[in-house]
C-alpha cells in the first residue's frame, strides 16, 4: 500500500524515470538505489514501460525491479580479486626482474675473478720484464762507467795498446752484447702484454655495458661471440678447447650486451657440464653463417648431453638440475627472452653421451624498412 515514488531513494532518479516515460514510453535497466518497504536501501536495476490510454495518457507503468545487490557484491569481490592478482603480478614482475639482474650481476661476479687472473698474467712478465730491463740500465751504466774510467787512463798513458782489450772485456763481464738483444724481445713482450690487457679491458667493457639497454644497431655477430670467448677465457681454458668457424656474415640489429648474455650462458653452461665429467678436455664447436635474411649461430658441445625429460623444461624460469647454490634456473630462460625479444629462434637438439647442440637464428634487420635505407 505504498506509491511507487516511495521506493525510489533518490528524487532525482524517480524525475528521470518519469522523464523517459514521458518522452520514450519505456526504460531498461536504469540501475539505482531503491528502497524496500521496511526502509532498507538495496542495488537495483528497473526495466518498465508506460500504458497509456486511447487519448495517449500514461495510466498506469508496468515492469520489473530486479535486486542487484548479490550480483554487485559478486563482481565487486571479482574486481577486488583482480586488482589483488594485478598487485600480485606486478610484485613477481619486479621480482623477476630483480633475479634477472642478480643474474647478469653473478655472470659478472663469476668472471671477475677469472677477469683479474686474465690480467694478472701479461702484468706478471710485463712487471718481470721491466724489473730485467732495469738490471739491464744498471749493468749498462756500470759498462759506460768503466769505459769512461778506462777511457781516461789510455788518455794520460802512452802505453795504451790493451784500452780495447779492457773494454772488450769489460763489456763481456757484463754481457753488454746479450743485452743489446734481449732489450727488443723483451719490449716486444711487453707490447703483446698491453695488447692482451687492452684486449681483455674491452671484451670485459662490452660484455657489461649497459647504454644499450633497449637499443638496436647494426652489429657483427662474431665480435660478440669473439668478446664473450675472451671474457670467459678463464672459465674455459682448462675445462675445453674452442672449435671456431665464423663465417664472413654481415652485420645486423640487435642489442649487442643481451646477446653477450646468451652466449655466455649457453657456453659456461657447456664448460660445466663437461668439466662435471671430470674427463678431461673437451670441445665446444661454434659456427656462424648467414642462411637468407638471417644470421645462424650454431654451438655444439661434446658433453653428457641432455636426458629427453628435460628438452621441454630447460627454457622454463627457475628449472635448473644444479645442486641448490650453484644455479637460479634463470640463465637459459633469459636467453630464451633475449632471442624472441629479437624475433629470432632458440632451439636445442641433445643426446644423452652425444652432447647438446644450441641453433640461435637472428633477422639481420628487424623492420622491414631498415633494409631499403
Known amino acids: 500500500n505504498k506509491s511507487f515514488i516511495d521506493l525510489y531513494n533518490n528524487p532525482l532518479d524517480w524525475n528521470y524515470y518519469t522523464n523517459q516515460m514521458m518522452t520514450q514510453s519505456f526504460i531498461k535497466d536504469f540501475e539505482l538505489i531503491l528502497k524496500k518497504k521496511d526502509g532498507k536501501q538495496f542495488l537495483g536495476s528497473v526495466s518498465a514501460f508506460a500504458v497509456k490510454n486511447k487519448k495517449g495518457k500514461i495510466i498506469e507503468y508496468r515492469g520489473i525491479i530486479r535486486d542487484n545487490t548479490e550480483r554487485i557484491k559478486h563482481q565487486m569481490r571479482i574486481e577486488k580479486m583482480n586488482i589483488e592478482l594485478s598487485q ?90 746479450y743485452i743489446i738483444n734481449d732489450i727488443g724481445q723483451l719490449f716486444k713482450e711487453c707490447e703483446d702484454g698491453f695488447t692482451r690487457i687492452m684486449l681483455i679491458i674491452d671484451s670485459f667493457r662490452n660484455f657489461a655495458r649497459t647504454n644499450d639497454k633497449s637499443e638496436f644497431k647494426f652489429y657483427d655477430l662474431n665480435s660478440i661471440i669473439t668478446d664473450t670467448l675472451i671474457v670467459a677465457r678463464n672459465e674455459i681454458k682448462n675445462n675445453v678447447y674452442i672449435e671456431k668457424h665464423l663465417e664472413e656474415i654481415p652485420v645486423f640489429q640487435c642489442i649487442p650486451g643481451e646477446l653477450n648474455q646468451v652466449f655466455l650462458n649457453i657456453i659456461i653452461n657447456a664448460v660445466q657440464a663437461i668439466h662435471e665429467q671430470r674427463r678431461g678436455m673437451g670441445k665446444i664447436s661454434i659456427r656462424t653463417k648467414k642462411e637468407d635474411d638471417y644470421i645462424v649461430c650454431i654451438i655444439q658441445d661434446d658433453g653428457p648431453g641432455i636426458p629427453k625429460e628435460y628438452l621441454t623444461k630447460i627454457f622454463d624460469p627457475f628449472f635448473t638440475t644444479k645442486e641448490p647454490g650453484k644455479g637460479t634456473g634463470l640463465g637459459l630462460n633469459i636467453s630464451y627472452q633475449i632471442i624472441h625479444r629479437h624475433n629470432g629462434e632458440l632451439l636445442v637438439n641433445s643426446e644423452v653421451g652425444a652432447g647438446t647442440t644450441f641453433t640461435i637464428k637472428l633477422p639481420i634487420y628487424q623492420q622491414t624498412g631498415d633494409k631499403d635505407e
Do not use: W
Not at 141 to 146: N, R
Open 88 to 177: 600480485a603480478n606486478r610484485k613477481m614482475q619486479d621480482m623477476y626482474e630483480k633475479l634477472v639482474h642478480q643474474e647478469k650481476l653473478a655472470s659478472i661476479g663469476q668472471l671477475a675473478a677469472g677477469f683479474a687472473h686474465e690480467i694478472n698474467n701479461p702484468l706478471g712478465f710485463i712487471k718481470a720484464n721491466f724489473e730485467g730491463l732495469n738490471k739491464y740500465i744498471q749493468l749498462l751504466l756500470k759498462y759506460i762507467d768503466g769505459t769512461e774510467k778506462i777511457l781516461e787512463k789510455g788518455i794520460n798513458n802512452p802505453e795504451c795498446k790493451s784500452i780495447f782489450t779492457d773494454i772488450n772485456n769489460l763489456k763481456n763481464d757484463n754481457k753488454v752484447n
